[in-house]
């Protein structure tokens, strides 16, 4: 899935696909970008007023003055499933993942709403998961080397650094 590229100070939505459906217990999906953190959270099926609901398994999450820096978005959806197994009366489940987002200096690539599946357990993950191809390595750059030269002669730095895109302003 191609990256697409948003200006970090826009404002933005994510449509986001729970693959068993939205639940009708508690949940939450908590967004990040490096230190700053927005939790979008639901209490036995309300939804919060930035969280519209598609369908039976679709949400778009609307991002206002959400205060981002620059970087790559991160989503983690948990969840307190009842289960009577456990000594709580909940199975908590927590899966994370980057979504197809970077947020940065330059003008953003479009305005449709950016659409992501979020995983709900191990097995659809692993149902989703991309075999190694021959002469590759774990992750492509995405990221053009004219992106690069751009954002440089902007007065930013740009490199990739544990997986994720880092942007240094050197002014």
Same mark, same amino acid.
């Given at each position: 899935? &191609?990256?697409?590229?948003?200006?970090?100070?826009?404002?933005?939505? /994510?449509?986001?696909?729970?693959? #068993? $459906?939205?639940?009708?217990?508690?949940?939450?999906?908590?967004? %990040? /970008? @490096? &230190?700053?953190?927005?939790?979008?959270? +639901? *209490? $036995? $099926?309300?939804?919060?007023? *930035?969280?519209? %609901?598609?369908?039976?398994?679709?949400?778009?999450?609307?991002?206002?003055? #959400?205060?981002?820096? +620059? @970087? %790559?978005?991160? +989503?983690?959806?948990?969840? &307190?499933?009842?289960?009577?197994?456990?000594?709580?009366?909940?199975?908590?489940?927590?899966?994370?993942?980057?979504?197809? /987002?970077?947020?940065?200096?330059?003008?953003?690539?479009? +305005?449709?709403?950016?659409?992501?599946?979020?995983?709900?357990?191990?097995?659809?993950?692993?149902?989703?998961?991309?075999?190694?191809?021959? @002469?590759?390595?774990?992750?492509?750059?995405?990221?053009?080397?004219?992106?690069?030269?751009?954002?440089?002669?902007? @007065?930013?730095? /740009? %490199?990739?650094?544990? $997986?994720?895109?880092?942007? *240094?302003?050197?002014?």
């Amino acid at each position: 899935m &191609a990256l697409q590229h948003i200006n970090y100070k826009s404002d933005f939505s /994510v449509v986001l696909t729970l693959p #068993h $459906g939205i639940p009708t217990w508690d949940w939450a999906l908590t967004f %990040r /970008v @490096g &230190a700053v953190e927005r939790v979008v959270a +639901c *209490n $036995g $099926g309300k939804l919060p007023e *930035n969280v519209h %609901r598609l369908d039976d398994k679709r949400v778009e999450v609307f991002f206002d003055n #959400h205060g981002f820096q +620059c @970087g %790559r978005l991160l +989503c983690e959806f948990s969840e &307190a499933k009842p289960d009577s197994n456990y000594d709580d009366g909940e199975k908590n489940i927590y899966s994370p993942q980057l979504l197809p /987002v970077v947020l940065w200096p330059l003008a953003s690539d479009d +305005c449709t709403p950016v659409s992501a599946d979020v995983f709900g357990s191990i097995e659809t993950a692993l149902n989703g998961k991309v075999d190694k191809e021959a @002469g590759k390595g774990l992750s492509s750059n995405d990221f053009t080397d004219e992106d690069k030269e751009k954002l440089s002669k902007m @007065g930013f730095e /740009v %490199r990739y650094e544990d $997986g994720a895109l880092v942007f *240094n302003n050197k002014n």
